[in-house]
């Protein structure tokens, strides 16, 4: 049941990603072209979605299961530090390049656009070096007995 909700609400996601534009590159980096032609209509769509999200989170945190019973799994961390900082440079530049994030470009993927397909396949590579670069970083603490 869990599985066919979530297949449910990713299809909404990404109808939505589809009518509000996300996942047109195009329209993407003229959101982003502030010095150029810009065109402003993503920020309502992104206004509308932050919106929903502060009363989906606020109502999440005060529950300790979801509606569908399983254990809420909500971010803890509450300081802002370099890899973060360095983490949401490279997400910006990545989108600012491409005119794709992660959401928007599962949908290409699945309507079979090349961007999407080139996009997913360097995400996961991404992902892989990452997480070699966290186990080498673990190895390396445990050997060395100071924290990472």
Partial sequence: ???LFAFVFGLLFGLGLIVAGMANPAKVLGFLDLAGRWDPSLAMVMGGAIAVGVGAFALARRRTVSLLGLAM???SA????KRLVGGNFLFGIGWGLAGICPGPALVLLGSGMA???IFVVAML???VMYEA???SR???TRAS???A
């Fill in 1 to 3: 049941m869990n599985s």
């Fill in 73 to 75: 799994h909500l971010p």
């Fill in 78 to 81: 509450r300081h802002i530090d």
């Fill in 115 to 117: 961007e999407g397909v």
């Fill in 125 to 127: 590579a991404g992902m």
């Fill in 133 to 135: 670069i966290e186990r």
């Fill in 138 to 140: 673990a190895r390396h």
């Fill in 145 to 147: 007995g100071s924290p």
